[in-house]
């Protein structure tokens, strides 16, 4: 779980160089010398080449980031690890703030906070070449780089803004998160108390009812019986049936695949055969060609697109989506004002950008040509040009808070509707002239449900107060950190023979148990022996992630944990026997009410909640029984009554 780059000093020094950075190592979870995952290098100065003052690069760096003006820093390492710090942050405010400095003979080992392993060591080389560039008085361009780190980040699978916003809530509650490789899939939590799944889709989730959402026409049928408001219409094969059923139900109409999503293909406000014909012609062109040909056309209705959201049945937030719009200066043409919009710093298309890119397609030179428009027409200057009839916040749109605003009558709509599925969250898109409202008094209509729906227009939307969706989905299923967490035991150095004693005594006093143990000898689930990874902190992580896994014991030797560090953070109990310097970092993890029980020599120590208990003991025998006796205890106190001692 921890990748070395690079192993010889000055390995990727230039002889025109005046520093180095080398021995790149990433690590997953806590180290020695972060409790986080972070990338760590060294960092020298060749003597090549005599850096300059420091004062030169603080003036040049604070320039972009003026905060570091107000420090004072001592080594050239100091500065550097600084810069890395900020610039991690990719100029989009990501929630990495942690670094360390370690000073050896010959040069400084340098770790960072870090997610993406790839971004953040690019961060490192981006920060390396600016250095560079400032001693040899040379213009470097540090917002193109950065632009190019963003997305890069953004590509990543921590990159998009839902599941980004759910491992920044995640990490700022103390809730265990890591990504499964194999799965594409986040997993909060540990063993038996652990959430998987991607984005606003967990393995709880209903996956009969998250189909189901996808069959637009079924849907409607079924919201429709139960009496909830939605658009008269039908589902059409061809363009004949699409003219047949708008005669029959009155233009407008609005036209979409059965089998769309975020708006791809979704013409509204049709009012006439000829515009019916192209929006027809685009509806089929977005549906997936292996899928047969399948159309809805339903009235038209005006009014404000409205999305509302559901978390486990209750509302939590509404907002309000507008077609993406320019507006003209006299001069320029719409394509070029989109390009100056798409420059604007909120439309990066990061994980934390309150808006997406304006996107030019089919259905936008369309709608131009409705307004007897195209890319080349000038707009004389403060003319408002909305670019879509669809309020499609993937493809530029803008999102407005709405939540403070719902009528109850809507809330209770919108909860009656999501009761009605085994969803974790339940995104329910409608149409109201005013949300304010009841929708029992018309101008109101459901279009359409969504499983797995964005939550990012809640959390940062363009025009309104955020509203904390990660937060409320996480607490649904975590309270606090500690509902997240099974009991888990951390050896410094335990043998094969002393696991298996230790998980055949425990079994012995709760035999329901489910247990599992790492040593460097080998993996184990109760006493049935796993296949053993070569990476160890995969046979770890492959126990964390057992569903039905109720207590952990692990061994993180010194030598473990320089190469991988850690896979978890925060260990019930920490037996330390004959500790090195490097194996006391597992006193940094031990969590609040810990019991940590230390040997040296025939000198144990006990301490649990400030207070700390000495004894002898004088074989290996007593030593075990001893941190055996601990063990029991705190299940017996921790663990749930459904596991009573026999």
Same mark, same amino acid.
Request: some cysteine; hydrophobic content about 40%.
């Given at each position: 779980?921890?990748?070395?780059?690079?192993?010889?000093?000055?390995?990727?020094?230039?002889?025109?160089?005046? =520093?180095?950075?080398?021995?790149?190592?990433?690590?997953?979870?806590?180290?020695?010398?972060?409790?986080?995952?972070?990338?760590?290098?060294?960092?020298?100065?060749?003597?090549?080449?005599?850096?300059?003052?420091?004062?030169?690069?603080?003036?040049?760096?604070?320039?972009?980031?003026?905060?570091?003006?107000?420090?004072?820093?001592?080594?050239?390492?100091?500065?550097?690890?600084?810069?890395?710090?900020?610039?991690?942050?990719?100029?989009?405010?990501?929630?990495?703030?942690?670094?360390?400095?370690?000073?050896?003979?010959?040069?400084?080992?340098?770790?960072?906070?870090?997610?993406?392993?790839?971004?953040?060591?690019?961060?490192?080389?981006?920060?390396?070449?600016?250095?560079?560039?400032?001693?040899?008085? /040379?213009? =470097?361009?540090?917002?193109?780089?950065?632009?190019?780190?963003?997305?890069?980040?953004?590509?990543?699978?921590?990159?998009?803004? #839902?599941?980004?916003?759910?491992?920044?809530?995640?990490?700022?509650?103390?809730?265990?998160?890591?990504?499964?490789?194999?799965?594409?899939?986040?997993?909060?939590?540990?063993?038996?108390?652990?959430?998987?799944?991607?984005?606003?889709?967990?393995?709880?989730?209903?996956?009969?009812?998250?189909?189901?959402?996808?069959?637009?026409?079924?849907?409607?049928? =079924?919201?429709?019986?139960?009496?909830?408001?939605?658009?008269?219409?039908?589902?059409?094969?061809?363009? /004949?049936?699409?003219?047949?059923?708008?005669? +029959?139900?009155?233009?407008?109409?609005?036209?979409?695949?059965?089998?769309?999503?975020?708006?791809?293909?979704? #013409?509204?406000?049709?009012?006439?055969?000829?515009?019916?014909?192209?929006?027809?012609?685009?509806?089929?062109?977005?549906?997936?060609?292996?899928?047969?040909?399948?159309?809805?056309?339903? +009235?038209?209705?005006?009014?404000?697109?409205?999305?509302?959201?559901?978390?486990?049945?209750?509302?939590?937030?509404?907002?309000?989506?507008?077609?993406?719009?320019?507006?003209?200066?006299?001069?320029?043409?719409?394509?070029?004002?989109?390009?100056?919009?798409?420059?604007?710093?909120?439309?990066?298309?990061?994980?934390?950008?309150?808006?997406?890119?304006?996107?030019?397609?089919?259905?936008?030179?369309?709608?131009?040509?409705?307004?007897?428009?195209?890319?080349?027409?000038?707009?004389?200057?403060?003319?408002?040009?909305?670019?879509?009839?669809?309020?499609?916040?993937?493809?530029?749109?803008?999102?407005?808070?709405?939540?403070?605003?719902?009528?109850? $009558?809507?809330?209770?709509?919108?909860?009656?509707?999501?009761?009605?599925?085994?969803?974790?969250?339940?995104?329910?898109?409608?149409?109201?002239?005013?949300?304010?409202?009841?929708? /029992?008094?018309?101008?109101?209509?459901?279009?359409?449900?969504?499983?797995?729906?964005?939550?990012?227009?809640?959390?940062?939307?363009?025009?309104?107060?955020?509203?904390?969706?990660?937060?409320?989905?996480?607490?649904?299923?975590?309270?606090?950190? +500690?509902?997240?967490?099974?009991?888990?035991?951390? =050896?410094?150095?335990?043998?094969?023979?002393?696991?298996?004693?230790?998980?055949?005594?425990?079994?012995? +006093?709760?035999?329901?148990?489910?247990?599992?143990?790492?040593?460097?000898?080998?993996?184990?689930?109760?006493?049935?022996?796993?296949?053993?990874?070569?990476?160890?902190?995969?046979?770890?992580?492959?126990?964390?992630?057992?569903?039905?896994?109720?207590?952990?014991?692990?061994?993180?030797?010194?030598?473990?944990?320089?190469?991988?560090?850690?896979?978890?953070?925060?260990?019930?109990?920490?037996?330390?026997?004959?500790?090195?310097?490097?194996?006391?970092?597992?006193?940094?993890?031990?969590?609040?009410?810990?019991?940590?029980?230390?040997?040296?020599?025939?000198?144990?120590?006990?301490?649990?909640?400030?207070?700390?208990?000495?004894?002898?003991?004088?074989? $290996?025998?007593?030593?075990?029984?001893?941190?055996?006796?601990?063990?029991?205890?705190?299940?017996?106190?921790?663990?749930?009554?459904?596991?009573?001692?026999?």
């Amino acid at each position: 779980m921890v990748r070395e780059q690079t192993t010889d000093l000055h390995v990727n020094t230039r002889k025109t160089d005046v =520093f180095d950075i080398f021995n790149f190592k990433y690590y997953i979870g806590p180290n020695p010398y972060l409790d986080t995952a972070a990338i760590v290098f060294d960092f020298a100065l060749t003597e090549h080449q005599d850096p300059l003052p420091m004062e030169d690069y603080v003036h040049t760096i604070s320039d972009f980031y003026p905060q570091l003006a107000e420090q004072t820093y001592e080594l050239y390492a100091d500065l550097f690890a600084r810069v890395v710090s900020e610039v991690n942050k990719l100029d989009i405010s990501l929630y990495f703030n942690l670094y360390s400095i370690n000073s050896y003979h010959s040069y400084v080992k340098i770790a960072i906070q870090a997610l993406h392993e790839h971004t953040a060591k690019s961060v490192v080389y981006l920060v390396w070449d600016w250095f560079e560039n400032i001693s040899k008085e /040379r213009y =470097f361009p540090l917002e193109e780089r950065l632009i190019k780190l963003q997305d890069q980040f953004r590509k990543s699978v921590y990159g998009g803004p #839902t599941v980004y916003a759910l491992w920044q809530t995640a990490y700022q509650q103390g809730i265990p998160t890591f990504y499964l490789w194999e799965e594409g899939l986040m997993q909060y939590g540990y063993g038996k108390k652990q959430l998987r799944g991607i984005g606003t889709t967990f393995d709880v989730d209903s996956h009969l009812d998250s189909e189901f959402t996808t069959r637009k026409d079924d849907c409607k049928e =079924f919201l429709n019986r139960l009496g909830f408001p939605v658009p008269k219409g039908d589902i059409v094969t061809s363009e /004949r049936q699409a003219l047949a059923v708008a005669q +029959e139900i009155g233009y407008p109409v609005v036209i979409k695949p059965v089998s769309g999503h975020k708006g791809i293909g979704v #013409t509204p406000n049709i009012r006439d055969s000829r515009k019916l014909k192209s929006a027809y012609e685009l509806a089929v062109s977005a549906i997936p060609k292996d899928l047969s040909v399948r159309v809805i056309v339903e +009235e038209s209705i005006w009014g404000k697109d409205f999305r509302l959201l559901c978390v486990n049945g209750k509302f939590v937030a509404a907002t309000e989506r507008r077609p993406p719009s320019i507006v003209g200066d006299g001069y320029s043409t719409i394509e070029e004002l989109i390009a100056r919009e798409n420059n604007q710093p909120q439309r990066r298309d990061t994980p934390t950008s309150s808006m997406s890119k304006i996107v030019i397609d089919r259905a936008m030179e369309r709608y131009l040509y409705g307004q007897r428009l195209d890319l080349d027409s000038v707009i004389e200057k403060n003319r408002i040009i909305y670019l879509s009839d669809v309020a499609n916040i993937s493809s530029g749109g803008v999102s407005i808070n709405a939540t403070d605003k719902i009528h109850p $009558d809507n809330i209770i709509l919108a909860e009656e509707i999501a009761q009605n599925f085994r969803l974790t969250c339940l995104g329910i898109d409608v149409i109201a002239k005013n949300i304010a409202h009841s929708w /029992r008094y018309g101008n109101f209509a459901v279009l359409e449900i969504n499983a797995a729906p964005g939550i990012f227009m809640h959390v940062n939307p363009v025009i309104g107060k955020s509203v904390d969706v990660p937060h409320y989905i996480l607490s649904q299923f975590f309270p606090s950190a +500690e509902d997240a967490r099974i009991p888990i035991i951390t =050896f410094n150095r335990i043998t094969k023979m002393a696991l298996l004693h230790t998980i055949a005594y425990l079994l012995s +006093e709760y035999p329901k148990l489910k247990i599992g143990g790492v040593s460097r000898e080998g993996s184990f689930l109760n006493l049935a022996q796993r296949f053993f990874h070569e990476d160890y902190n995969r046979n770890v992580q492959s126990l964390l992630r057992h569903p039905q896994l109720d207590l952990f014991i692990a061994e993180y030797s010194g030598d473990i944990l320089e190469s991988m560090g850690m896979v978890y953070k925060g260990s019930n109990i920490v037996v330390l026997d004959h500790p090195t310097a490097a194996e006391m970092v597992l006193l940094r993890d031990a969590i609040d009410g810990s019991i940590v029980i230390t040997r040296q020599k025939q000198n144990v120590s006990i301490r649990h909640k400030g207070v700390v208990q000495h004894l002898i003991v004088r074989s $290996d025998v007593e030593f075990c029984n001893l941190y055996l006796e601990r063990i029991s205890q705190f299940i017996l106190m921790s663990l749930d009554v459904c596991y009573p001692p026999t």
